[in-house]
Nanobody, 124 residues
Framework: QVQLEESGGGLVQAGGSLRLSCAAS????????VAWFRHTPGKEREFVAV????????RYVDSVKGRFFISRDHAKNTVYLEMNSLKPEDTAIYYC?????????????????WGKGTQVTVSS
């Protein structure tokens, strides 16, 4: 079993940057695909970015390509989401989620473990 905890959210002006962290428990975390999703009231939870278990493969939603970067540190059991050039439309609660032996095309329903989320607010 894996437990995930997000941190790093906050209030930032448009054009600014934040780095989110997803810290995981569990010795086998290196075998888990990890993704970031975000949710705003009235909308469905949206995929943002995903990284393979090895860290060699990543995928992003089009709206964040070139601005957000996902990475992982196996030694620290942590996945990061570097968010640059933030826009007001990036405002949401950001969640990390994981699935063991998944791939970067795993669907949202396949993610078994979820964190509680961290709020990101971008002011205009």
């Amino acid at each position: 079993q894996v437990q995930l905890e997000e941190s790093g959210g906050g209030l930032v002006q448009a054009g600014g940057s934040l780095r989110l962290s997803c810290a995981a428990s569990g010795r086998a975390f290196r075998s888990y695909v990890v993704a970031w999703f975000r949710h705003t009231p009235g909308k469905e939870r949206e995929f943002v970015a995903v990284i393979s278990w090895s860290g060699d493969s990543t995928r992003y939603v089009d709206s964040v390509k070139g601005r957000f970067f996902i990475s992982r540190d196996h030694a620290k059991n942590t996945v990061y989401l570097e968010m640059n050039s933030l826009k007001p439309e990036d405002t949401a609660i950001y969640y990390c989620a994981s699935v063991q032996y998944g791939n970067i095309w795993s669907t949202i329903d396949e993610y078994k473990y979820w964190g509680k989320g961290t709020q990101v607010t971008v002011s205009s």
